[in-house]
């Protein structure tokens, strides 16, 4: 199983990037799936989840109102439509799959422990 995401690059503060995985091995189009990052120096956190319907989104607080994500089933592909970034969006952003069917709920989806799934990352640099 691969997720291969793509889409960092240097941006400007208050600019936008778009971030795309797309899933190969096996399909996820009744899985939750989601994105997390990591700065340097810092740990692994959560940015945002979705549900197999897509019924179901949850946000960190830091990007709420900034970033979407979304899901095409038919591509086993997540995306997340990052806007408005600031400097401390600058980390390395990760794709994650969950193996588990059918989950939903925000406090799963936000878990990285929910996810068995791990893509190797794509870097977003944010100048200010």
């Known amino acids: 199983v691969q997720l291969q995401a793509s889409g960092g690059g240097l941006v400007q503060a208050g600019g936008s990037l778009r971030l795309s995985c797309v899933a190969s091995?096996?399909?996820?189009?009744?899985?939750?799936m989601g994105w997390f990052r990591q700065a340097t120096g810092s740990e692994r956190e959560f940015v945002a989840g979705?549900?197999?319907?897509?019924?179901?989104?949850v946000y960190a607080d830091n990007v709420k109102g900034r970033f979407t994500i979304s899901r095409d089933n038919a591509k086993n592909a997540v995306y997340l439509e990052m806007t408005n970034l600031e400097s401390e969006d600058t980390a390395v952003y990760y794709c994650?799959?969950?193996?588990?069917?059918?989950?939903?709920?925000?406090?799963?989806?936000?878990?990285?422990?929910?996810?068995?799934?791990w893509g190797k990352g794509t870097l977003v640099t944010v100048s200010s």
């Open positions: 979705i549900s197999w319907t897509s019924g179901t989104t």
């Open positions: 994650a799959g969950d193996r588990t069917v059918g989950v939903a709920a925000p406090e799963t989806l936000s878990s990285a422990q929910s996810y068995d799934y």
């Open positions: 091995g096996r399909t996820f189009n009744r899985h939750a």
